[in-house]
């Protein structure tokens, strides 16, 4: 596997591949690396001659600067597990690689996506995500840029951003990688303890429980009881229970009002905070 760390160089690089018109895939991280990231590699190196791998954890799409600092860095084992699925090639870039002027962009029109669930809780987060997607996306310019469904509304916010953008790039959104519990995999997993993790699971089950009931019960009845059982099970708040039309995220309050819905919750246990959902419909 090649590392780069600076823009001219993997910049010079692709170009040379792209030339020799190689598709290539494209995996953005922020390093902490788990079986989910390592899905959305192996997806990308069945599809693809070339598949690029970016670790850059991103100071603009953290809302809380406490969350930044705690951002778990396992770059020795992240580069070890690089080279054993096979990646080409790991971009590594330091903050002044990726924002050389500390300008501050235009805004990106996001329009309500900005502002429901993750947009309404970590105020700017999605205009950050924008910002270094972007920046990755003009070096990187990859065929296909692969993303996990666990970010469902992150992966709306970059398929947007793509339209806006005008760019060919395709998005292929892999499903979410679990423990065999259930847990979603996520790099924040790291911060929790041993119980915090078995409690975690609550998520998963309500997640289960929605879609197992979601014809039975009312919807508020549904949010109603997955709320409490996220408190009894160890959770310590609850940012939203949601169960929202899938292709706009707009919370929907009867059963019959939309053909497409999904399930979404952001918790905190231990102090970490937890997203998760599921597609019911
Ligand atoms: O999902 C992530 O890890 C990040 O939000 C991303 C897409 C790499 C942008 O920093």
Redesign the pocket.
């Known amino acids: 596997m090649i590392i780069y760390k600076k823009v001219i160089d993997i910049s010079i690089f692709l170009k040379n591949k792209r030339r020799s018109k190689q598709d290539i895939g494209f995996v ?3 390093g902490a690396l788990h079986k989910g990231h390592l899905s959305l590699l192996e997806n990308s190196l069945k599809e693809n001659s070339l598949t690029v791998c970016s670790i ?1 954890v ?1 100071p603009t ?1 953290f809302n809380d600067k406490a969350d930044f600092e705690k951002y778990p860095t396992t770059i020795e084992d992240d580069i070890a597990a690089l080279e054993a699925v096979g990646c080409d090639v790991l971009f590594l870039p330091s903050v002044e690689e990726i924002y050389p002027d500390n300008l501050s962009p235009e805004p990106y029109d996001l329009g309500s996506l900005e502002t429901l669930l993750e947009g309404k809780y970590r105020s700017g987060h999605f205009q950050g ?1 924008c910002q ?2 972007d920046r990755l996306l003009d070096i990187v310019q990859p065929t296909t840029i692969y ?1 996990g469904q666990k ?1 469902y509304q ?1 992966c709306m916010v970059i398929q947007k951003l793509i339209q806006l953008k005008n760019s060919n790039t395709t998005v292929f959104i892999c499903p979410t990688a679990r423990e065999i519990t259930g847990l979603a995999m996520s790099s924040r997993n790291i911060r929790l303890s041993q119980h915090g993790k078995e409690a975690a699971v609550a998520i998963y089950n309500s997640l289960l429980f929605i879609k197992g009931n979601s014809n039975y019960l009312s919807l508020a009845d549904l949010k109603n009881k997955v709320e409490t059982k996220l408190l009894q099970s160890g959770f310590d708040s609850i940012d939203y229970v949601e169960i929202a039309d899938g292709t706009t995220l707009e919370s929907i309050s009867d059963n019959t009002s939309s053909s497409s819905k999904v399930a979404l919750i952001a918790a905190f246990i231990e102090g970490v905070r937890l997203i998760d959902n599921m597609v019911i419909s």
Do not use: E
């Open positions: 953005p991280t922020m850059f991103n799409q995500v270094v997607v993303l970010d992150q």
